[in-house]
């Protein structure tokens, strides 16, 4: 829906060669200027988050550095509002311009938000184990994925934009609903985030690696299996590891 909304022609003839559906008013990007620029832009941006963050966000806690950036989340979610509301063209800002200047602060803010949970999960991760919580967090995501493309393409449905790019016009009357939706979603996260997150620093340590009595890092079958009189077998009913 979102590249179709930047990258529809204006006429019937444009849409022959370009391929996309006819949109009187949208931005009319160049497929250049739409993945190239602003995909390098992005990059530049996102490098910019993790400085402002490293600089002035690394010794908050958890809770203040998540609440800010899910309220700013929320804040730059609206930028999408306008831009499909066609406001800024009201405002004399061409679409370009606030291309531009929406995506520099929401690939900034975007970064901001993924810091503090990547720290978190840092720090709480046990020795050894890195690769294996690394598989269940990537599980996790995809999943979330998932189930948000479903939840996403039942609200374009049930906001009649389920024909976008389909037919020989699109009509994006009802985006902003949708961006709006997605913007306040995450802002629901606030009222787990003091059962889920601890209230520490997020320079302070939240876990001791288990003591092994060596140097030895944790594995999954110090975890499951310990030596004892018969060997491997600590976990009641769990196989002992097949000998390589």
Not at 181 to 192: N, T
Request: aromatic content about 12%.
């Amino acid at each position: 829906v979102v590249d179709n909304f930047y990258l529809d022609p204006a006429t019937h003839e444009e849409s022959a060669r370009s391929g996309y559906p006819v949109c009187v008013d949208c931005p009319h990007f160049t497929a250049t200027f739409y993945y190239t620029v602003i995909g390098v832009l992005d990059s530049v941006m996102m490098v910019v988050g993790s400085t402002i963050f490293r600089t002035y966000m690394r010794d908050w806690t958890y809770h203040s550095a998540l609440s800010l950036s899910v309220i700013l989340s929320f804040g730059t979610s609206l930028l999408d509002v306008v831009q499909f509301k066609r406001w800024n063209v009201g405002l004399g800002i061409p679409d370009w311009v606030f291309m531009v200047g929406k995506s520099s602060v929401q690939n900034t803010v975007g970064m901001i938000c993924f810091m503090p949970t990547t720290i978190l999960i840092s720090k709480v991760c046990p020795r050894g184990l890195e690769a294996t919580v690394y598989a269940l967090l990537a599980g996790f995501s995809n999943f979330g994925n998932i189930m948000a493309g479903y939840f996403g393409a039942y609200l374009l449905s049930w906001l009649g934009m389920d024909t976008i790019g389909q037919g020989k016009t699109d009509d994006f009357t009802n985006a902003w609903k949708a961006c709006l939706i997605s913007g306040v979603m995450p802002l629901l996260v606030l009222l787990l985030q003091p059962l889920l997150i601890p209230d520490a620093s997020m320079e302070a340590e939240l876990t001791e690696n288990v003591d092994t009595g060596s140097d030895e890092d944790i594995t999954v079958d110090k975890l499951l299996y310990s030596d004892g009189d018969e060997g491997y077998g600590a976990c009641d009913g769990a196989p002992a590891p097949p000998s390589l």
